[in-house]
């Protein structure tokens, strides 16, 4: 019954942006760590940010850091990835992910998914 789900993700040029979302159920999203990832065509999946159940406690992967912000509404249980300046190497699938335990911002590390969200970056 925990699930989450992405949205949001599409086509966009260089330098645009886009908000990618992740509804939460059977769940609290201020009790778990909480994460965004990502698989590029031939890549293994790979951490671009996470949250602790404290909201000042990120990790952002060095390349998307000052570019990509995470977030969560609470009120909505609802996460959010704020990607600014996208370029064409953030081309990918997008995931959101959620753990109740400790955790780095590896995929192996998150116990829910969901279905994964295309984010194409291409002019």
């Known amino acids: 019954q925990v699930q989450v789900g992405e949205s949001g993700g599409g086509l966009v040029q260089p330098g645009g942006s886009l908000r990618l979302s992740c509804a939460a159920s059977?769940?609290?999203?201020?009790?778990?760590?909480i994460g965004w990832f990502r698989q590029a065509p031939g890549k293994e999946r790979e951490g671009v940010s996470c949250m602790a159940d404290s909201d000042d406690i990120t990790y952002y992967k060095g390349s998307v850091e000052g570019r990509f912000t995470i977030s969560r509404d609470v009120a909505k249980n609802t996460m959010f990835l704020q990607m600014n300046s996208l370029k064409p190497e953030d081309t990918a699938v997008y995931y959101c992910?959620?753990?109740?335990?400790?955790?780095?911002?590896?995929?192996?590390?998150?116990?829910?998914w969901g279905q994964g969200a295309q984010v194409t970056v291409s002019s």
């Open positions: 059977g769940f609290s999203l201020d009790t778990y760590v």
């Open positions: 992910a959620a753990t109740p335990g400790l955790a780095e911002c590896n995929p192996a590390d998150f116990d829910s």
